[in-house]
């Protein structure tokens, strides 16, 4: 170990700076959104089985809600402009500006070169869950997703129930396309229900029982047209692991709603980034 310098302690006292301040970020009216909440007709259900995973699609102005349905489960989410895969969920940028969890009022951000809301929570009933005393909070956007070359890294073998591998089976099938040619769009995902944190000691990711029960949900505003795969975790609600053929697995339920017409009269999908790209060239 490196010995410490004389300063060591003066260092360790610099204050932190916000990488992101979010102050000028647009914000979404969520005045309007909870009115056309209140309109809300379903159009459209999903259920995802336990261990796999599906597809669905959002018209933008449109309502989705994932809801545990049977027991404590937690899923992976991807989403991806429907007219257009390489625009997709940017998991990363939108931790450097909500944070490490997302919840109601925050925004899942689309990839470069768009960078423009995809989807806004305007409801989570987990939203009492707040932040433990591990650290831990619900909905993250630290994790990537159980993927099976990890799983071969750590502990060998050829495990394909994983939710990196069930968006790749799920998106293939929904292209009808083979699963070499899906899986280069399958992204880092938005962990819904999981509750997850870094441990104080080590720095080290964790995760916990999620405080998920039937009939808790998580609902979005779509705000552009959506193509959307979600993954019932193999780990259930992730309590002990989560690639696993033992852990108690339950179904989530995928909604669709159509607000009344009128009640997003004074909205509209927001524009792609209006960086030029020209990157000083």
Same mark, same amino acid.
């Given at each position: 170990?490196?010995?410490?310098?004389?300063?060591?302690?003066?260092?360790?006292?610099?204050?932190?700076?916000?990488?992101?301040?979010?102050?000028?970020?647009?914000?979404?009216?969520?005045?309007?959104?909870?009115?056309?909440?209140?309109?809300?007709?379903?159009?459209?259900?999903?259920?995802?089985?336990?261990?796999?995973?599906?597809?669905?699609?959002?018209?933008?102005?449109?309502?989705?809600?994932?809801?545990?349905?049977?027991?404590?489960?937690?899923?992976?989410? &991807? $989403?991806?402009?429907?007219?257009?895969?390489?625009?997709?969920?940017? *998991?990363?940028? /939108? =931790? !450097? @500006?909500?944070?490490?969890?997302?919840?109601?009022?925050?925004?899942?951000?689309?990839?470069?070169?768009?960078?423009?809301?995809?989807?806004?929570?305007?409801?989570?009933?987990?939203?009492?869950?707040?932040?433990?005393?591990?650290?831990?909070?619900?909905?993250?956007?630290?994790?990537?997703?159980?993927?099976?070359?990890?799983? &071969? $890294?750590?502990?060998?073998?050829?495990?394909?129930?994983?939710?990196? *591998?069930?968006? /790749? =089976? !799920? @998106?293939?099938?929904?292209?009808?396309?083979?699963?070499?040619?899906?899986?280069?769009?399958?992204?880092?995902?938005?962990?819904?229900?999981?509750?997850?944190?870094?441990?104080?000691?080590?720095?080290?990711?964790?995760?916990?029982?999620?405080?998920?029960?039937?009939?808790?949900?998580?609902?979005?505003?779509?705000?552009?047209?959506? $193509?959307?795969?979600?993954?019932?975790?193999?780990?259930?609600?992730? *309590?002990?692991?989560?690639?696993?053929?033992?852990?108690?697995?339950?179904?989530?339920?995928?909604?669709?709603?159509?607000?009344?017409?009128?009640?997003?009269?004074?909205?509209?999908?927001?524009?792609?980034?209006?960086?030029?790209?020209?990157?000083?060239?």
């Amino acid at each position: 170990m490196s010995l410490a310098p004389p300063d060591a302690d003066a260092r360790r006292a610099v204050a932190p700076v916000i990488c992101y301040p979010v102050e000028s970020l647009p914000q979404p009216d969520m005045a309007l959104y909870t009115a056309a909440r209140q309109t809300l007709t379903k159009v459209d259900e999903v259920t995802v089985p336990p261990r796999d995973a599906a597809t669905f699609s959002v018209p933008a102005g449109h309502f989705f809600r994932i809801t545990s349905i049977e027991g404590p489960q937690v899923g992976d989410l &991807n $989403l991806w402009h429907a007219a257009d895969l390489t625009e997709r969920f940017y *998991s990363g940028k /939108t =931790r !450097a @500006l909500h944070g490490s969890h997302i919840t109601t009022g925050q925004r899942m951000w689309s990839s470069f070169p768009g960078l423009r809301p995809m989807a806004t929570i305007t409801h989570d009933s987990l939203g009492w869950y707040g932040k433990d005393a591990f650290g831990g909070s619900v909905h993250d956007v630290i994790g990537t997703r159980c993927d099976p070359y990890t799983h &071969n $890294l750590l502990a060998g073998g050829q495990y394909h129930y994983c939710c990196h *591998s069930n968006l /790749t =089976r !799920a @998106l293939a099938r929904h292209l009808d396309v083979p699963v070499a040619q899906a899986e280069p769009h399958v992204h880092d995902v938005l962990n819904v229900f999981m509750c997850t944190g870094f441990t104080r000691d080590t720095g080290q990711y964790f995760m916990k029982a999620s405080p998920v029960r039937p009939g808790d949900y998580l609902e979005f505003v779509a705000e552009i047209d959506l $193509l959307g795969a979600l993954s019932a975790c193999p780990g259930g609600d992730c *309590s002990s692991e989560h690639s696993s053929d033992v852990a108690a697995c339950h179904p989530l339920l995928v909604e669709v709603f159509a607000p009344a017409a009128g009640a997003l009269d004074a909205w509209g999908p927001p524009r792609p980034n209006g960086y030029d790209r020209s990157h000083g060239a």
